[in-house]
């Protein structure tokens, strides 16, 4: 077996050999591996049994041919991938355990994405949601980026790191927000997109950003209702049409809220941009 910390959440990984390797022949998990002893949160267990019958579809979607699907069976929740050839790789968890099983199709592309919602099944309980951004860390806080697909969030995280000094990329796909002692901090994780970006370390939440291109630049502060909306679709989206599973989602962000401030910034791809943005989480 062995352990994986991630925001600081234990996670086990059993199962055979080859289950094993993949898991840790992923990149970016080796910095999370675990110095010592302790107790998981889950276990992520890879088992010759198929999974059970599924009963509804909550949230399904497809990219490059490889078809996602998340919902329900009699006793638990299930998820699975299928790709366009072979057989689907299957995840599930029965309500009330911490065991999560996976079985079939072990592509390492498969693996990585199946672990991520595994860890969110895991974790949402203890005000933890893995959120699609890009975040910056900056004097000792971070700043996370928000945003469609194709807005800009690792270019606003480029330009900050080339014109602002001591700005640093914290995680630029899918860090990890955690309430921690009623204050939001921003963790790295094993998961980070298009740029390889994987660190074992943790900052508090400074504010959140989020994006859209205009021809001009200009930021404005959002209004409770408004940043709950802006937060809201960075979330998983497998999770969003389970009462249980978003009203986890629901408190962690309504403890962001009480916290922290949320901006939109309408801006340019140029540097300018980047310092609007400093200027206004930070002060001159």
């Not at 010759?48 to 909550?58: F, S």
């Not at 050839?85 to 199709?105: A, I």
Request: charged share 25%; aromatic share 10%; hydrophobic share 35%.
């Amino acid at each position: 077996m062995t352990d994986y910390i991630i925001a600081g959440h234990r996670i086990r990984i059993e199962g055979n050999e080859a289950w094993r390797q993949v898991v840790s022949s992923l990149e970016g998990f080796k910095p999370f591996e675990a110095r010592e002893e302790g107790e998981p949160v889950a276990t992520f267990c890879y088992t010759e049994e198929e999974a059970p019958q599924r009963t509804e579809i909550q949230y399904e979607s497809g990219v490059d041919g490889i078809v996602d699907c998340f919902g329900r069976y009699a006793e638990g929740y299930l998820f699975t991938m299928t790709p366009p050839e072979g057989e689907p790789l299957q995840l599930w968890r029965k309500d009330g355990e911490t065991t999560l099983r996976f079985h079939g199709n072990l592509m390492p592309r498969l693996v990585r994405f199946a672990l991520w919602i595994a860890y969110g099944l895991a974790t949402l309980p203890y005000r933890t949601v893995a959120i699609h951004t890009s975040v910056i860390q900056y004097r000792g806080r971070t700043v996370i980026f928000l945003g469609e697909s194709g807005t800009g969030k690792s270019t606003h995280t480029r330009l900050w790191r080339e014109h602002i000094e001591g700005a640093v990329l914290l995680n630029d796909d899918s860090p990890i927000l955690r309430i921690v002692d009623g204050q939001p901090r921003m963790f790295g994780s094993p998961w980070s997109g298009k740029t390889p970006c994987y660190k074992d370390e943790d900052y508090p939440l400074a504010a959140c950003v989020r994006l859209s291109q205009a021809p001009y630049n200009r930021i404005e502060r959002l209004n409770v209702r408004q940043a709950y909306a802006a937060l809201h679709p960075s979330c998983p989206p497998d999770f969003a049409y389970d009462d249980r599973l978003y009203d986890s989602i629901s408190e962690t962000l309504s403890d962001v809220l009480s916290t922290t401030p949320v901006f939109h910034l309408a801006c340019l791809p140029d540097a300018d941009a980047a310092r609007l943005s400093c200027q206004t989480v930070f002060g001159a």
